[in-house]
């Protein structure tokens, strides 16, 4: 532990040059980046604590959203979804510690789409297509990806990329299977994105490279920045006649402590937190602040827009050989050796995810070769711990995995998780009341776009599965569906579309990759909080940089783009500064 981390402040009103409000995959960015310039002194506020090793092995990555490292967040019930978890609300994980949701994801390295990106500068957001934002994702990252385009990875950066050093004789087939259905093998992070490859990991030498352990251990000796931990923000301050930021208030260890700004406050407290964070603070929807009675400082659509990334949980097949993940394996000692002396062996699993394939499905009305569709290859499912963690992280309720998984428990079987990459459906957020430890109310809205296309490019994305799975690749190894009828949907004729729609509405998840509460856009746009440079509209001196401004679903995992959108807050805020200067 580096107790460093938790020193309280000499006096109750101390001041900074700059304030970062979060430690997550862009604030631990921001902070180390400012922190290089000796002159700037910078404080990091997080709410949460310092996590044990135990979180750098990728393998148990599922078991940390069962500790006070996740903030433990549900979605509101909606009709019609989320039928077979646990009192129909979905779990919606959230990292609370240093280092952020980066401490508990499944660590899966990738940027998007080039596609995305020039979309997001096409929107009135100049400075932000591929070809701008390429540079930043190379300059953070320690890539040693064995099979990689030239010229589109980084090497020498902070963040450790690389291949996952284990893997089962299940991942070898899919790959397999997937090139004999016509998918090309691919470097997703290269050239292009369309087709099929191992997963590529944040992880160095087998271990979980989280923001912590890439962008603030190395740096915690620096005199200039102060990194405290178990702090949690309340709000910002903000003068209503100026309306520039000078400072925030946070509590620690009971105490009420105001920390005053000279230069800019830096949001990056996430999707959620820094919605919830303007908000408390005057800045968000006039009516929504006033119905709460919060002092309205600027009117802006804070939380009105919230796109996710969503994935169906019931694509199993069962094998007959032992080609898959085995729990006993990662129970051996000899495996937690192999980890920590090699870097390597099965405890480096990214929990089970071993390969992805985008495609496009047959139902895309995109004219482009622009995947509407991520596979993400699962070795095991959630029959391999036997029901223990894996199911409870998606609050799977008993009767569902009892008909569904137990069967399966001694079986050998593999699963596909169809991730919706481009959803039409979008949710939002609101403050649930102007106490600063309420949780806010988390609204999905999902499968609600009025052409039902979230739900056709499901099952499109389910048929190309099955084609897969009837390769010669798996039918090597009987590759067959596990077609036991998801209760609640046996009404059904099992593979029809009808079912299917019922399965969805059972049992689907999130993969956490929220984005668009605090969109960025150019000033005409309705929806849009921050500008292109991720200044809030109104406010003097205070910016948002985190996924939050990310103003559609990209083609990825969120937490690489959240790196990068923090390496070029960062240069953003330093040429700001420097032009003042």
């Avoid at 280092?99 to 995305?116: E, K």
């Avoid at 062996?345 to 995109?366: C, H, I, M, Q, W």
């Avoid at 399966?408 to 481009?422: D, G, I, N, Q, T």
Wanted: aromatic share 10%.
């Amino acid at each position: 532990m580096l107790t460093s981390y938790n020193e309280a402040l000499d006096n109750s009103e101390a001041a900074f040059d700059f304030i970062v409000v979060g430690s997550g995959s862009a604030g631990s960015v921001i902070a180390n980046r400012l922190s290089e310039n000796n002159n700037w002194t910078v404080l990091l506020l997080e709410v949460g604590e310092e996590a044990t090793f135990l979180t750098d092995i990728p393998v148990i990555a599922p078991l940390f959203q069962f500790t006070n490292l996740n903030w433990n967040y549900l979605m509101e019930k909606q009709e019609n979804m989320c039928l077979g978890l646990v009192d129909q609300r979905m779990a919606w994980p959230r990292g609370r510690g240093l280092g952020g949701t980066s401490l508990i994801n499944y660590m899966i390295h990738v940027r998007g789409n080039r596609r995305d990106y020039n979309r997001w500068a096409k929107m009135g957001n100049p400075g932000w297509s591929y070809r701008d934002v390429f540079r930043y994702f190379t300059k953070s990252e320690d890539c040693s990806v064995q099979r990689q385009d030239p010229g589109y990875h980084g090497i020498g950066g902070d963040l450790g990329v690389q291949d996952v050093p284990y893997r089962t004789e299940s991942a070898h087939a899919f790959v397999k299977a997937a090139q004999e259905a016509g998918h090309a093998y691919v470097d997703y992070n290269g050239k292009r994105q369309m087709g099929v490859s191992y997963v590529q990991a944040t992880t160095r030498r087998g271990l979980r490279s989280s923001a912590e352990a890439a962008f603030l251990r190395p740096i915690i000796k620096r005199q200039n920045l102060k990194i405290l931990t178990e702090s949690r923000v309340t709000n910002i301050l903000i003068d209503p006649i100026t309306k520039q930021a000078y400072g925030v208030q946070y509590i620690k260890n009971r105490q009420r402590y105001t920390a005053l700004v000279s230069k800019e406050v830096i949001l990056s407290a996430g999707a959620f937190n820094s919605p919830q964070l303007l908000m408390l603070s005057g800045v968000g929807p006039k009516k929504h602040l006033e119905d709460l009675k919060i002092q309205v400082i600027q009117d802006l659509p804070v939380g009105r827009k919230l796109y996710d990334h969503i994935t169906f949980l019931g694509l199993v097949f069962t094998v007959n050989q032992s080609i898959v993940s085995d729990q006993s394996v990662l129970e051996r000692p000899e495996s937690f050796l192999k980890l920590v002396l090699n870097g390597d062996g099965p405890l480096t699993s990214l929990g089970g995810v071993e390969a992805l394939l985008y495609f496009k499905t047959n139902v895309s009305r995109d004219p482009k070769p622009y995947p509407d569709m991520e596979l993400i290859f699962i070795s095991g499912g959630m029959h391999t711990d036997v029901g223990e963690y894996y199911r409870k992280t998606f609050r799977i309720t008993d009767e569902i995995y009892n008909a569904v998984w137990k069967p399966l428990e001694k079986k050998y079987a593999w699963s596909v998780l169809p991730m919706l990459v481009h959803p039409k459906s979008y949710g939002h957020l609101e403050l649930k009341s102007s106490n600063p430890y309420h949780f806010p109310k988390f609204y999905g809205n999902f499968f609600t776009d009025p052409r039902n296309e979230d739900v056709k490019t499901f099952i499109a994305a389910i048929r190309e599965v099955q084609r897969i799975a009837r390769t010669p690749a798996f039918q090597k190894y009987d590759a067959q569906q596990v077609k036991t009828p998801i209760p609640g949907c046996g009404h059904l004729e099992f593979d029809s579309d009808e079912y299917w729609e019922c399965a969805l509405r059972h049992i689907t998840g999130t993969l956490h990759h929220q984005v668009a509460t605090c969109k960025m856009g150019p000033r005409n746009d309705p929806e849009a909080v921050v500008d292109n440079e991720l200044r809030v509209y109104g406010i003097k001196n205070l910016r948002v940089a985190d996924t939050s401004i990310i103003p559609i679903p990209l083609t990825a995992h969120t937490n690489v783009p959240a790196f990068m959108i923090g390496e070029k807050a960062a240069d953003l805020i330093k040429m700001n500064w420097m032009r003042e200067k």
